[in-house]
């Protein structure tokens, strides 16, 4: 699809819905396409909408690159254990996933005294309280950091509603992205009419 504007996301379910009048699902699954997202909302109300956990995961993993702390991840299993709850976050029941962020950033702010106490003790890496400013909200504005990304993009931007997959069977869109990348190595993009009938 070359557009990808709600509009056009608006245009291709009319299209759907008369060819198959009975479309009516009780489930979609989506990456987080707010233009798509949109469109589902609209198109389908009924349904129950839930985003993919894989590209929450993913875009969550590239922040914490932008932040600079991958060489640090790399050397502290804290810091990890820390990301990897971040990731589980949208695994809380419905409603709890602020909460499930704050018992994160408890478990942070905890585990950074430990860290400091042991990199303090065991003469190691010197910015224990680095890393936990970058994770950590400082303040009233929003900051780059993990945390307050994780509450305004994901928790209040998407919203709970979308991101949460409490109880879904199938957590990502891994299954429908792959149909489409077989899909689409073997139709090529101006197909010969030759090939196409072979």
């Known amino acids: 699809m070359e557009s990808r504007s709600e509009l056009a996301y608006r245009d291709l379910f009319n299209f759907i819905r008369r060819i198959v009048p009975e479309l009516d699902p009780d489930f979609i699954m989506s990456d987080f396409e707010t233009a798509q997202l949109n469109a589902f909302v609209e198109d389908f109300p009924r349904a129950r909408l839930s985003g993919c956990l894989w590209h929450y995961a993913r875009a969550v993993c590239r922040n914490v690159r932008s932040l ?27 409603g709890w996933l602020l909460e499930a962020l704050n018992a994160v950033i408890t478990e942070a702010c905890r585990l950074d005294l430990q860290d400091q106490f042991r990199a303090e003790m065991c003469n190691g890496w010197a910015g224990s309280t680095r890393w936990l400013s970058k994770l950590c909200y400082l303040g009233a504005r929003p900051d780059p950091d993990l945390f307050n990304y994780l509450r305004v993009t994901w928790i209040e931007g998407v919203g709970e509603r979308v991101l949460c997959v409490f109880g879904v069977r199938h957590r990502t869109n891994n299954v429908a992205e792959a149909h489409h990348r077989n899909l689409n190595s073997r139709v090529v993009r101006r197909p010969n009419v030759w090939r196409f009938i072979g």
């Open 68 to 94: 600079g702390l991958h060489a640090f991840l790399r050397d502290s299993e804290i810091a990890r254990r820390i990301v990897r709850h971040c990731l589980a976050v949208p695994l809380a029941p419905p």
